[in-house]
C-alpha cells in the first residue's frame, strides 16, 4: 500500500474501530441487506446476478439496492429486488460531476438521501460491490452492523469485517465473490440479468417490425456508438464506413438488414454522423436518445448482432445472449486484461487492433474491414444456430 492510500485509510480503520461489527450473518439470518453500486451502468449490469445469489442463500431476507438513480432502469422488475432505494453517490461514477473530496464528505454528511437511509436504524449487512473507502464510510455512516468491501482496490476494507482480494477476474463473478463470504453457494452465471415486461417487448417488436424488408430474411443490427470515455469511442465515420459495408455484403448474399443506432442524447451527433458517413443507401436509423432505457434493451434482445464499443450495450447484450463485436482500441491498451474483467463467454468476441502507438490513442484502433469481417461472421454463425435449431 502507497503512502497515499495508507494516509486515506488510516482514517477509516479508527472509524471503524467506533463501529465494530453488531451482527454475524454466519449465525443469524439477515432482516435486510444493502446493495451499494451508485456507479456507471456497466459496472451495475455486472453485479446483478449478485442479487439471485443473496435470494438464494436469504430467502426471507430484504434484499435493497443502493443504486445512482440513473441507475433505477435496469434493476427495475428484478425479481430478486425488493427495494431501489437512489444514492447519488459522488465517487466512481461518470454521472455526478463533482466528485471533488469535498463534495464526497458533504454527500456523506448532509445528503438527504444518506440521512434518509440513516432513519431506517441501519441494516444487518452490507455489500460495496466496488470496495472503496467512501463505500464504507458511507456503510458506517448508514448504520450497517456487518460490512463486507474489497481489498486493494479503492480502500476501505480495514472499516470492513469481510472482504474479497481485489483480482483482475471477471467482474460479476467478483461480485459473486462476495456474496460467497455470506454463505451463498448456488450461485448463478456471471452475466447481467435484465427482466422485461411485455409491454417493453412488444414496442421494441414494433420497432424492429418497421424495418423489415418482406419476402426477405432481414438481419438486426443494433449498433452504439458512443462511450462513457470518449476515447473508447470508435469515430463515428469508421462506424459509418463498417455499416456501409456490412449492409452490401448483406444485400449480395440476398439478405435485407435494419441496422438501428442506440444511446443517449449525448450520443445523438455521433450517430448523425456515423448515418451520413455509412451514405443514403444503407438502411440506417438512429434511435439514441429517442426511446426509454429499458425499451433500448429490449430492442438489444431481438437483434441478431449487436456492435458496439466497450460501453453499457456489450453488457446488456450479453445478458440476452446475443452474437456481439465489441470494438476494443483507444485508451484501451491491453484488450486481454480487458476481456478478462468487462468480457464474455462467445457469442461474444472483441475485435482490436493488430498493434499499438504509444501515446497515440485515436490511432488506436483496428481496420474498418477487420470490425465487418467479425460482424459478418457473427451474422453467419447466427443463422446457422436458427437453422439447427428449427431442424
Known amino acids: ?173 467478483a461480485a459473486l465473490a462476495q456474496g460467497e463470504l455470506i454463505g451463498a453457494t448456488a450461485l448463478p452465471e456471471a452475466r447481467p440479468q435484465l427482466f422485461l415486461t411485455d409491454d417493453e417487448r412488444a414496442t421494441a417488436s414494433q420497432i424492429w417490425s418497421a424495418g423489415n424488408v418482406p419476402g426477405r430474411r432481414t438481419v438486426r443490427l443494433i449498433v452504439g456508438v458512443g462511450a462513457g470515455v470518449a476515447t473508447k469511442a470508435w469515430d463515428a465515420r469508421q462506424v459509418g464506413a463498417a455499416l456501409a459495408r456490412i449492409a452490401q455484403t448483406l444485400e449480395q448474399a440476398g439478405d435485407a438488414c435494419d441496422i438501428v443506432i442506440v444511446g443517449s442524447k449525448a450520443d445523438q451527433a455521433r450517430a448523425v454522423e456515423a448515418i451520413a458517413a455509412a451514405g443514403s443507401g444503407v438502411p440506417v436509423r438512429s434511435l439514441a436518445g429517442e426511446v426509454p432505457m429499458r425499451v433500448m434493451f429490449a430492442l438489444a434482445e431481438e437483434a441478431n448482432v449487436v456492435l458496439t464499443n466497450s460501453t453499457m450495450l456489450m453488457h446488456v447484450a450479453a445478458a440476452f445472449r446475443r452474437p456481439t463485436v465489441a470494438v476494443i482500441g483507444g485508451s484501451i491498451t491491453r484488450p486481454d486484461r480487458h476481456d478478462a474483467i468487462w468480457g464474455y463467454p462467445p457469442p461474444y468476441r472483441s475485435v482490436s487492433p493488430e498493434q499499438y502507438v504509444a501515446g497515440e490513442p485515436a490511432r488506436n484502433w483496428p481496420s474498418v474491414e477487420r470490425v465487418v469481417q467479425a460482424v459478418l461472421e457473427a451474422v453467419a454463425t447466427q443463422q446457422r444456430a436458427q437453422v439447427d435449431a428449427a431442424a
Open 1 to 173: 500500500m502507497g503512502w497515499k492510500s495508507l494516509l486515506i485509510e488510516t482514517p477509516v480503520w479508527l472509524m471503524g474501530r467506533f463501529y465494530p461489527p453488531r451482527f454475524d450473518p454466519s449465525r443469524d439470518t439477515p432482516r435486510e441487506i444493502l446493495v451499494l453500486r451508485p456507479n456507471d451502468f456497466g459496472e451495475l449490469l455486472t453485479t446483478t446476478p449478485l442479487f439471485e445469489a443473496l435470494r438464494k442463500r436469504f430467502p426471507t431476507t430484504r434484499l435493497i439496492a443502493g443504486v445512482g438513480s440513473w441507475g433505477r432502469p435496469i434493476l427495475e422488475n428484478n425479481p430478486f429486488v425488493d427495494e431501489i432505494v437512489e444514492i447519488d453517490a459522488p465517487w466512481n461514477n461518470k454521472l455526478v460531476e463533482d466528485r471533488s473530496h469535498g463534495n464526497v464528505l458533504r454527500f456523506l454528511w448532509k445528503s438527504p438521501q444518506v440521512i434518509a437511509l440513516r432513519a431506517r436504524g441501519g441494516f444487518d449487512v452490507g455489500i460495496d460491490v466496488l470496495g472503496s473507502y467512501m463505500g464504507a464510510l458511507l456503510m458506517m455512516r448508514t448504520g450497517v452492523r456487518y460490512r463486507i468491501g474489497v481489498r486493494g482496490y479503492r480502500g476501505g476494507w480495514s472499516g470492513c469485517q469481510a472482504f474479497i482480494e481485489f483480482a483482475a477476474r471477471q467482474c460479476g463473478r
